[in-house]
């Protein structure tokens, strides 16, 4: 039988077959012990094809279709571990928020990239509209409008904003579409708005420190009524990179991909080279200080992960 993994534990993979009833699956020993750089060989999203395995006395999978496309990050626990966190995906939607927690750009970036390096084309949403001041809404504006001119979707939103809601809808509807950002910033809240009936659990922002409780723990596909799904994940502290080489950052980065045929040298990093037209852009206004900013960090990040995988 054929069946998609909506929920994956790392022990059991809830599967779901052709007249939407769902199989708690096991995965067949071999897939354990192939060699992998990835610390999950099954993913949310993986097409899958199911047993029920006469000596186990339980469904197992016995084949993962090959990916359309996924998304990866560093494991938390072991770095240079690469994590699937979804595949077979439409859209990536990062949830972001100004307060409450605080997303930074550099977070923001980190994510960018990953997206463009597996062609994941990515939303940016800004969530808890509702809790911020005048001079913060025009601090998100700024932030906003520097994405936008980079050419990417951008979104205010509040989850209590039955507008919002609305137009979200339009953006999700008849596709697959990971929602992805820090703990607390309101992923589980929108799953529920856009789905009544979910009723996922959300926890409050701690007062004290502005972070969330990371109330979700494990990802979950959930089918939407109006046509598509929605990949609703545990919040991330950081999205760490790996396994990229330095000279190929640039090229994820869209502004800087825009310039770089320009530079004098082929082969150009734009950090010290001579007559490079990402850092002439920089200078001149055409691209932000702040990307430039997180170019420079990811390069570090990305040198010093390639070193430990020498
Ligand atoms: N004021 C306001 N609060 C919101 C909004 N969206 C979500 N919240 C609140 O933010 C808190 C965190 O929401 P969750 O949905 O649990 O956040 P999450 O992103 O799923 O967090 P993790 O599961 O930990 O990754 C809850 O108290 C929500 O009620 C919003 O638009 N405005
Ligand atoms: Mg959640
Ligand atoms: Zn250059």
Redesign the pocket.
Known sequence: MNGVVIKSTGSWYDVRVGDGSVIACRLKGIFRLEESKDTNPVAVGDRVQIENDDIEGAWVIEKIEDRQNYIVRTSPKHKGARQVIASNIDQAVL?CTLAMPRTSMGFIDRFLITAEAYHIPTTLVF??K??LGGKELVKQQGVMDLYKGIGYDVYT????EADDIASLKALLQNKTSLLA?H????????ANALQPGLQLR????SRLTGK?????TFAEMYQLNFGGNII?T??VREFGISGFAPEEIGQYFVEIREVMPQCRFTNCLHENEPDCAVQHAVVEGRISEQRFTSYLGIMADVRSSFKRWE
């Open positions: 949830i969530n808890k509702d809790l939103i509040s989850a209590q950002g703990s607390g910033v309101g992923k589980s809240t929108l959300t926890s409050e922002v969330g409780m990371h109330t979700t609703d545990p919040g």
